[in-house]
């Protein structure tokens, strides 16, 4: 965002913050139904995936605006996927971690890739 107006700095925020509020809630959500590492594993894949939509969305098509991707990324993708708790867990589960660790990586990766090639289907081929 090149505008430096207050206003314009308050609406980020509070944009970031209302995403960063849905996503921390959204993983909360799915933590109950889906607790340890499965459910750590399904939003980090998640959100991998919706990530590379907005990436790619960005580089190939640029229909949304600078404000909707920061509040989806900064705010509600960031606050929805946890590192940390992968990291916690894989320590905490010595059994699971080289399948966790390489599932988690390689899963998140073709999340990224899913994402991409979505966005090129309704881009209509793209680059």
């Known amino acids: 965002m090149a505008d430096t107006h207050p206003l314009v700095t308050v609406e980020t925020i509070v944009l970031v913050g209302l ?3 849905a996503g921390s809630n959204l993983r909360y959500f799915v933590g109950l139904f889906f607790p340890g590492l499965q459910g750590t594993l399904l939003v980090n894949v998640c959100g991998s995936f919706a990530l590379g939509v907005l990436v790619y969305e960005g580089l190939q098509v640029g229909a949304l605006a600078s404000e909707t991707k920061l509040a989806a990324s900064t705010g509600f993708i960031s606050s929805f996927t946890t590192y940390s708790t992968f990291a ?3 320590v905490l589960t010595p059994e699971w ?8 990586y390689a899963l998140g990766f073709a999340g990224v890739l899913v994402g991409r090639e979505v966005v090129r289907l309704f881009a209509g081929g793209g680059q």
Do not use: I, L, P, R
């Open 19 to 21: 995403g960063g509020f």
């Open 88 to 90: 916690v867990e894989t």
């Open 97 to 104: 971690a080289v399948a966790n660790v390489v599932g988690s």
